[in-house]
């Protein structure tokens, strides 16, 4: 696998981000998805375009893990937060779960 990079007029996430993650879809193929301190999730191609906001949380992100799934694919990702929450979030970006884990960040 070799990460191509295409370098746009304008970047999409508008501060910086915190977090990455990556994923194979239905059609096995990998995806990078991003969270940034402006509050939103990226999905972007392997080649390195960006697939648009997947979704917007209403915390700082600190980190991003797939859940692992069957047959090498997974459709369930986690976000640790700094309001102390982590978030279960489905590939199309509707937030599944929020759990009230922590007093301070989850980092």
């Not at 981000?17 to 972007?44: H, M, P, R």
């Not at 917007?56 to 309001?83: E, R």
Request: some cysteine; proline content about 1%.
């Amino acid at each position: 696998m070799r990460l191509r990079l295409a370098q746009e007029g304008t970047h999409k996430h508008t501060s910086m981000v915190t977090a990455v993650g990556w994923s194979k879809n239905a059609n096995k193929q990998y995806e990078l998805f991003s969270c940034s301190d402006d509050k939103t999730i990226q999905k972007w191609h392997i080649e390195g375009s960006n697939e648009g906001q997947i979704s917007t949380i209403d915390a700082y992100c600190t980190n991003m893990h797939w859940v692992p799934g069957g047959k090498g694919q997974s459709d369930t990702f986690s976000l640790a937060c700094t309001d102390g929450t982590f978030r279960l979030i489905a590939r199309a970006g509707r937030e599944e779960k929020k759990v009230d884990a922590h007093r301070g960040a989850v980092i």
